[in-house]
């Protein structure tokens, strides 16, 4: 018995389980449940992958799957925290991990990859800034005038020129106002709030932090998954590198007493996942009335129904500044016109609106293959594909958990050199994956939609999604993996009519937008299952390409400054 018949012994139904479970989640806006961060207090202890089917729990043989309550059990997972999870009185034993602390030396700090040939291209790209008064647009780092610590900051990162996004939202940060900014995947977004931020914090004399047992920071930055906390925090601590403010990271999956000591010891950016914040807010660690600056980053999905009702929780409770004393900012590649709706009880009513290219649109600078591929047929599929790329890395998105374990093993099987990602997995084997995956050692990493979203790992060249998500936002975000920063990248994209039939309109219409090849059978299947007005089943109205608001907007292209928006804006209530 050769080990990959030993696997499906062991988990016969491990397979067609997973086509079962994404078959029964088409048809309905996954977004809150797909995967995304889970910050239960509990452990999990898994195989080679990590998870193992809840059949085995109690085995006794301490191989123990901690169920987390499948899929779209997100909510209530990473709730149990907030409630005391951490604590241990929910399931399964006690979070012990301790992530290891990032380098300290300057070149680590600063250690960056190189933007691609399409870096000047971005100065193309159409910018559109609505809202009133919305100070111009700056075309050089010089003309922010921050100070000379940031600017040295700045050079070291290797930052020569403003990408689109940031030559527009950096003067409106620093002009103190609210921004809900949309901007293609890998375009420089978090440097784009960060540089403000931080520019504002040495401006008015932020002093350095010290010990005390309530931290009350300045700055919140929120992200929905544990790996783009931390690569958030990595940047904040690489711009703010020789300066007296300080960032601290926490996240769910590692240990609680961890998250404490970190923030006592002084915390004025502080990056955190939201389960663990507020279970931190809840124990008394974090005082919210300093807090000046809010940003949700990946802000759809933190508005989301997943995230959507912790955020109003967290703008609700006691010491935070209202809409009205603090400074909120909303970044994503993505922003589907409820989602901005929702955003106005986070925002204040005169906030702005910067929308680089279109709303939702697909990273130009990554070429995107769709093959009709069945769901017996993919297996063999992404092998042959992956024997041809040889070395360089790729990412291969699965639909579940379970089916990113078992693609994983397989592909072990099969010599190729594969790691995985996703919320079934410990922390510590989490990071270690991604680790793995970065340097090299494992140029495959398969993954959930957990790590779909913000991370930015060098040298990406392949994204093959092995089941297409259920949404257009999510697949515009897992493709964005590769062809950041004016770096090409090749994505290919596995449909099978069976289950991928009503992603075809918006995947048409994706593909197209990026000027794209769309396949003639494509075109036929969003032929046939045409909706007229298309809304989208997955998506609102999918290609909303301006400010719900609807206030008359100037298109620009990223060189130049915008004009103002000469009407009222609020044609909707949202106070
Ligand atoms: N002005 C710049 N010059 C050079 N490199 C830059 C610049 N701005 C950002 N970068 C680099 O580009 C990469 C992508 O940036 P970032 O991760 O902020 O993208 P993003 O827009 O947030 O993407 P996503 O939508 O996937 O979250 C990072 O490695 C970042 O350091």
Redesign the pocket.
């Known amino acids: 018995v050769g080990p990959r018949n030993l696997f499906l012994i062991i988990f016969p139904e491990a397979y067609n389980d997973c086509e079962d479970n994404q078959t029964r989640n088409r048809g309905f806006s996954k977004r809150g449940d797909n995967e995304c961060e889970q910050d239960e207090g509990t452990q999990r202890i898994g195989g080679p992958f990590g998870s193992k089917r809840p059949t085995l729990s109690g085995s006794g043989n301490g191989d123990i799957y901690q169920s987390r309550g499948g899929s779209g059990s997100r909510r209530d997972s990473w709730k149990s925290e907030a409630e005391g999870g951490e604590s241990g009185d929910t399931q399964g034993p006690k979070v012990t991990y301790i992530p290891p602390p990032p380098p300290e030396d300057e070149d680590s700090i600063f250690a ?2 190189q ?1 691609g040939i399409n ?1 000047d291209k971005y100065d193309t790209i159409l910018v559109e800034v609505s809202g009133h008064d919305a100070p111009p647009a700056i075309l050089t780092f010089e003309e922010a005038n921050l100070c000379q610590t940031l600017n040295k900051n700045i050079a070291k ?7 689109p ?2 030559k527009y939202s950096i003067p409106i940060i620093l002009a103190g106002r609210d921004l809900m900014a949309c ?10 709030f960060l540089l403000p931020i931080l520019a504002h914090m040495m401006r008015d004399g932020i002093t350095a932090s010290r010990f005390k047992e309530l931290q009350e920071p300045e700055c919140i930055i929120v992200a929905p998954t544990r790996e ?1 906390i931390n ?1 958030i925090y990595l ?1 904040a601590r690489k711009f703010s590198f020789g300066t007296c403010v300080r960032a601290v990271v926490i996240y769910g999956g590692t240990q609680l007493g961890h998250s404490i000591r970190q923030i006592v010891q002084g915390c004025n950016v502080l990056c955190a996942t939201p389960g663990r914040l507020m279970d931190i807010i809840g124990k008394e660690k974090i005082g919210l009335r300093q807090v000046k600056y809010l940003i949700l ?2 802000a759809d999905r933190m508005l989301d129904m997943g995230f959507g009702p912790e955020m109003k929780k967290l703008i609700s409770c006691p010491g935070m500044p209202s809409k009205e004393q603090r400074q909120t900012l909303m ?3 993505t922003f589907p016109e409820e989602i901005q709706r929702l955003a106005g009880e986070f925002l204040k009513s005169n906030y702005l609106f910067v929308a680089v290219g279109q709303v939702g649109g697909a990273c130009r600078d990554v070429q995107q293959t769709t093959l009709q591929v069945g769901q017996y047929s993919k297996r063999e599929k992404l092998v042959e594909i992956l024997r041809n790329i040889g070395d360089e890395r790729t990412m291969v998105f699965v639909e579940t958990k379970k089916k990113a374990d078992f693609i994983a093993t397989f592909l072990c099987q099969e010599k190729i050199s594969t790691t995985s990602i996703h919320g079934d997995r410990e922390q510590r084997e989490r990071e270690q994956a991604l680790g793995d995956f970065r340097c090299g050692k494992c140029p495959v990493l398969v993954a959930t939609s957990v790590a779909a ?4 790992i ?1 040298n990406v060249q392949h994204v093959i999604n092995f089941d297409l998500p259920s949404t257009i936002d999510e697949y515009v ?1 897992r493709i ?2 590769t062809g ?2 004016g770096n090409t990248g090749r994505a290919i994209s596995f449909f099978d009519p069976e289950s991928d039939s009503h992603l075809a309109q918006s995947l048409v219409k994706v593909l197209s937008d990026a000027q794209q090849d769309v396949p003639a059978w494509l075109e036929e299947i969003a032929f046939s299952t045409f909706v007229p007005g298309f809304g989208g089943s997955t998506r609102g109205n999918v290609f909303a390409s301006v400010d719900t608001r609807k206030g008359k907007s100037t298109l620009n292209t990223a060189g130049f400054s915008s004009s103002q928006t000469p009407n009222p804006v609020d044609d909707e209530s949202w106070d």
């Open positions: 960056h990859y933007t870096f990162a290797g930052y020569t020129k403003l990408t996004v940031q901007a293609q995947t890998g375009s420089g977004k978090t440097a784009a783009l690569q940047e980053d990946e970044f994503s590649a979203r913000g991370l930015d060098e975000h964005g993996r950041r920063c």
